[in-house]
């Protein structure tokens, strides 16, 4: 049986078939068009509507169906696996949380039914020409004027600035106001008058061709009070806010794309014989999968406990935020070039192998690392909190009422069968106070393993199917890890605390190279901390359950801090790899998704229905047939310019 | 909150030593002189951007061990005023 989680993500899948199928709605060969065509995904996106996805943006206090994180990145999976270009121009729609947070009960209500009846999108007009992330050093002011303001100044590049009805407007309203003198509107483009703005030409950009990447001029353009979101001088307070959650969300694109790079990867492979042997079977390719495939499930356990995180450690997310934005792209980044070397030449051509689905998917998401602040903004808002971080770690030691509270909210954020509280945005904050639950619950979690690993005939034990391979060595594996771990975050914390600090943007080289080290900490952090508390769990299956993939992920994230042997006993075993790369296979095999939560993805109409396990062969009960899908597709956006 | 102590009464109130401690830590940010900063004057116009300003308002949590909010040298966002708020608003007690 799948999570409940994830079952919306199963459904969406069978609603939206298998993309390597031309006739599936968003096919790898259709998708492929449209972006060489350069042509906005119109037909696709009002599918989605009518499917009612959007529904799965709007909390349900404000009428929508959206009660948790985890689902929605499993579905931006779903999308981003077919086609970024889809999912990144549907999905601007995550920016109407800042609506969520800020927003009166009439603009809630006022969005909730743009978003739900109308199928009105929307796009976040922030950056400009000039001044790039400097949002404060901005240009487009808001002058107040009788019953609204006047807005002048031009966004660019925003992506959907030119077809979406809704436009969230960073602008300056009081120009010596510094840090306050910013404010934010929720620009609703029917009623303006079309005479006070203009939007600027398609950019070209090297991938998500198809998207309507563009900008938005105002010249003396009115927007009345009523657009006003939050109040007036808290702009910059809000974006920053909004920033924290749409920087978790982006990884999912990355990680849909990521998973597509190896199911293609991986139908070549197969299939695919040199030397009289298949290529899979080849050690060097062999190994290159499986690791790059121990990447992404180390990816999964950040950005899943991430999604969750947010619900319960809300206060934390300017950390987690930027760990998960830094580490998840950079690392699927590198995950898609190391697969593409088993492809071999393939992965650079436009329409052969799956209708040249490889290079699309790097061409895409090579942007992901750039959204919504890019990696390096993502490592300067660490650094800046990084001295507060070790001072934190040091003093909540001392607490052992507090260090409970960590290990009961970490149960919270990592135990995949428990529900997640209601998201309150309002908790957000814009510095953590030194507080990451993730580290802070090391010597926790370290205390964990080692009453496990005494209790000797443990769970873990119980769970385990094959006698050569003694769950306790997996367990002391994982302690001998789990200390080196904390033994390079102890010395980078008296590092941390010991160096000058630098504030402001003159931070060393090495302190971004730390500050990286941190994400990989806290990366490794993460996937003990999902095992620990899910291995009992049945529906994340045996291999989870097992271990041995932990010991490889820890062992690969840490293999970059330390030149000699990371383990008492030496090499990791070949068994573990060996299996590792047994169950992408079986993954690859049964058309599941390349997860800690394997669910069940569309297959192809010829293939075996899926096993009795899944609920995801029903469809949406609002699901209308393809035949009649497409048809209503035909129709375009009402809100589209 | 009380405020614990008239802000002129004399050197050593908490106001100015708070202000005292803004002075030393801006310049130290900044990398100007401590004598240049005027307590009355926009932090911003020393340079000093909103993330610093942020970051500076934790070493300030830290300092008088005390949750404070961090937008604090926004809306408070000269040395005087900052100051002001935090000994009117907060318990503040400075060693």
């Avoid at chain 1, 529904?55 to 990145?73: A, H, L, Q, R, W």
């Avoid at chain 1, 898609?336 to 998917?361: I, N």
Wanted: hydrophobic share 40%; glycine share 6%; charged share 20%.
């Amino acid at each position: 049986m799948t999570l409940t989680q994830y079952q919306l993500a199963e459904k969406l899948e069978q609603a939206l078939g298998n993309p390597q199928q031309a006739d599936s709605l968003m096919s790898f060969q259709h998708t492929a068009e449209l972006d060489e065509a350069e042509q906005f995904p119109h037909e696709e996106i009002a599918w989605l509507y009518n499917w009612g996805l959007q529904n799965y943006y709007i909390p349900t206090d404000c009428g929508g169906k959206f009660t948790s994180f985890e689902e929605f990145v499993a579905f931006v999976r779903v999308l981003a696996r077919r086609d970024l270009n889809i999912s990144i121009a549907f999905t601007t729609l995550f920016w109407s949380f800042l609506t969520w947070m800020a927003g009166s009960d009439e603009q809630k209500e006022k969005l909730s039914h743009l978003m739900r009846e109308e199928h009105t999108a929307m796009c976040l007009a922030y950056s400009e020409r000039e001044h790039g992330s400097d949002l404060v050093g901005g240009g487009v002011t808001a002058t107040k004027v009788e019953g609204g303001y006047l807005l002048n100044g031009e966004k660019w590049p925003i992506n959907r600035a030119t077809i979406s009805g809704v436009t969230f407007v960073l602008a300056r309203t009081d120009p010596e106001g510094g840090n306050r003198g910013l404010s934010l509107f929720m620009v609703e483009k029917k009623d303006l008058d079309t005479s006070t703005y203009y939007n600027l030409p398609k950019i070209k950009t090297h991938g998500i061709r198809a998207a309507d990447m563009s900008g938005i001029g105002f010249s003396d353009c009115f927007v009345p009070d009523s657009m006003l979101l939050g109040q007036e001088g808290h702009g910059l307070e809000l974006g920053l806010k909004g920033f924290q959650i749409t920087r978790a969300l982006c990884a999912a694109f990355s990680q849909g794309a990521a998973d597509t790079t190896m199911r293609t990867t991986l139908n070549f492979a197969v299939n695919r014989k040199l030397y009289n042997k298949t290529v899979i079977d080849m050690p060097h390719a062999r190994r290159t999968l499986s690791n790059a495939f121990i990447d992404m499930l180390i990816c999964d356990c950040v950005n899943i406990g991430a999604a969750r995180g947010f619900h319960v450690a809300t206060d934390q997310f300017s950390v987690w935020s930027a760990v998960d934005k830094y580490f998840v792209p950079v690392t699927l980044e590198q995950v898609m070039k190391d697969t593409s070397v088993v492809l071999g030449s393939r992965f650079y051509m436009r329409d052969e192998h799956d209708s040249g689905v490889f290079q699309k998917a790097l061409r895409d998401s090579a942007i992901i690392s750039m959204f919504d602040g890019s990696s390096v903004v993502n490592l300067h808002v660490l650094i800046l909190q990084r001295r507060q971080l070790a001072k934190a770690r040091v003093r909540i030691r001392k607490k052992p009422e507090k260090l409970a509270v960590v290990q009961d909210r970490l149960e919270q954020s990592f135990s995949l069968s428990q529900p997640v509280p209601t998201f309150d945005p309002t908790r957000l904050e814009l510095i953590s106070r030194g507080a990451d639950d993730v580290m802070q619950g090391i010597e926790g979690t370290i205390a964990k393993l080692e009453a496990l690993k005494k209790s000797g005939d443990s769970a873990v034990d119980l769970l385990r199917p094959d006698p050569a391979k003694p769950a306790q060595d997996v367990l002391s594996q994982v302690l001998e890890l789990a200390h080196v771990i904390r033994e390079e975050l102890d010395a980078q914390d008296v590092l941390i605390t010991e160096s000058a600090f630098e504030h402001g943007h003159d931070q060393s080289f090495e302190s971004f190279e730390l500050a990286k080290q941190y994400c990989q900490l806290h990366a490794a952090m993460a996937c003990i901390l999902m095992w620990i508390h899910n291995r009992e769990l049945a529906e994340m299956g045996d291999f989870f359950a097992k271990g041995e993939w932990l010991v490889v992920s820890l062992h690969r994230l840490l293999s970059h801090f330390r030149m000699t042997p990371l383990l008492s006993s030496g090499e990791l075993p070949a068994a573990y790899h060996e299996n590792v790369a047994q169950e992408l296979l079986r993954l690859h095999k049964a058309d599941k998704m390349f997860s800690i939560v394997p669910f069940q993805l569309a297959q192809s109409q010829l293939a075996p229905p899926p096993s009795t396990q899944s609920s995801s062969a029903q469809s949406h009960p609002n699901q209308p047939s393809t035949q009649e899908a497409t048809s209503h597709a035909t129709a375009p956006e009402p809100q589209l310019i | 909150m009380q405020q614990l102590q008239n802000p002129s009464s004399s050197e050593s109130t908490p106001i100015l030593k708070i202000q005292a401690w803004l002075v030393e830590q801006i310049a130290d940010v900044l990398s100007i002189d401590p004598t240049t900063i005027d307590v009355k004057q926009p932090l911003t116009r020393y340079g000093l951007d909103s993330i610093d300003a942020v970051t500076l308002v934790g070493d300030l949590e830290d300092w008088l061990d005390l949750e404070l909010p961090s937008t604090l040298l926004w809306d408070y966002p000269s040395i005087e005023k900052a100051s002001a708020y935090m000994v009117e608003e907060f318990d503040v007690t400075v060693d």
